[in-house]
């Protein structure tokens, strides 16, 4: 036999935690939309999309532009991959500046490279962001 009280709290328990829940979103859009600096409800997360930077330009580069630069020897190539995966194997010449560690390494890899020399920055395969962060 269903004891008709318990259900009361059960149902008014149900209801109570819907409300809160409700609450809790409307009171984060209403806060998000006082932001200045407010974060899109909606936005396109791929990975071709975080390849862009806030003005818009993609800044990723074709294989065949990192190759030239490679074989011309026109580019830095930075490896933003932590330093064990940098020793395990990295693009020849490359240097390692590890994302995680950029404030502690920038200055000693960057040093001696002049202002107007092309960067590419990789990491490890396209769903890895270090380099687009690094960049």
Same mark, same amino acid.
């Given at each position: 036999?269903?004891?008709?009280? !318990?259900?009361r +709290? #059960?149902s008014?328990? %149900? ?6 829940? %409700?609450?809790a $979103? ?6 998000n939309?006082?932001? !200045?600096? *407010? /974060?899109p /409800?909606?936005? &396109?997360?791929s990975?071709?999309?975080?390849l862009n930077?806030?003005?818009g330009?993609?800044i990723? +580069? #074709? ?5 030239? !630069?490679? %074989? #011309?020897?026109?580019?830095v190539f @930075?490896? #933003? *991959? =932590?330093?064990?995966?940098?020793e @395990?194997?990295?693009i020849?010449?490359? *240097?390692?500046? =590890?994302w995680?560690? $950029?404030? *502690?390494? %920038? ?6 490279? =002049?202002?107007? $020399? /092309?960067i590419?920055?990789?990491? &490890? ?6 380099s687009?962060?690094?960049?």
């Open positions: 036999m269903k004891n008709p009280k !318990s259900e +709290i #059960s008014r328990m %149900f209801w109570q935690t819907g409300a809160i829940i %409700f609450l $979103v409307a009171l984060g859009i209403v806060v939309e006082i932001r !200045s600096d *407010r /974060l /409800l909606v936005a &396109d997360w990975v071709e999309a975080q930077v806030e003005s330009q993609n990723t +580069i #074709s294989l065949d532009r990192a190759k030239g !630069s490679f %074989f #011309s020897q026109k580019a @930075l490896d #933003s *991959r =932590p330093p064990e995966h940098y @395990l194997g990295h020849q010449g490359a *240097r390692n500046l =590890p995680e560690g $950029v404030e *502690r390494y %920038f200055d000693t890899v960057m040093a001696d490279i =002049p202002q107007d $020399v /092309l590419i920055t990789y990491c &490890d395969g396209i769903s890895c962001t270090w687009k962060d690094l960049a």
